[in-house]
């Protein structure tokens, strides 16, 4: 496994301070921390929604830095997600008969 200081790691799940009361990394420092410690890459996964995408990966490219642009997604089948009544996703037959 890679050490923190390593050139190979890479942060695969980041908020930014786009993920409103979650995330507190601004993206140029996360950007500049990223190159500061020798890093090739940098991921961010915001909840829900792609707002920094744009700035982030200028900054990344910008700084030569491969950006990873991901997101963070809760996903039901049509219900609330307040809803919490189990659900059996597909059908046994494509399970092969696995509950």
């Given at each position: 496994?890679a050490s923190a200081?390593?050139?190979?790691?890479?942060?695969l799940h980041?908020?930014t301070?786009?993920s409103l009361?979650?995330g507190?990394?601004?993206?140029d420092k996360?950007v500049?921390?990223?190159?500061n410690?020798?890093?090739?890459a940098?991921?961010?996964?915001?909840?829900?929604?792609?707002?920094?995408?744009y700035?982030f990966?200028k900054?990344?490219t910008?700084?030569?830095?491969k950006?990873?642009?991901g997101?963070?997604?809760?996903?039901t089948p049509g219900?609330?997600?307040h809803?919490r009544?189990r659900?059996q996703?597909?059908?046994?037959?494509?399970?092969?008969?696995?509950r």
């Amino acid at each position: 496994m890679a050490s923190a200081g390593s050139d190979d790691f890479v942060h695969l799940h980041v908020h930014t301070d786009y993920s409103l009361l979650d995330g507190a990394a601004k993206i140029d420092k996360l950007v500049a921390e990223t190159v500061n410690q020798g890093q090739q890459a940098v991921a961010i996964t915001d909840h829900g929604y792609l707002f920094g995408a744009y700035e982030f990966y200028k900054a990344a490219t910008d700084a030569g830095v491969k950006p990873i642009v991901g997101i963070e997604a809760y996903v039901t089948p049509g219900t609330s997600r307040h809803d919490r009544t189990r659900v059996q996703w597909g059908t046994k037959e494509r399970a092969g008969g696995r509950r």
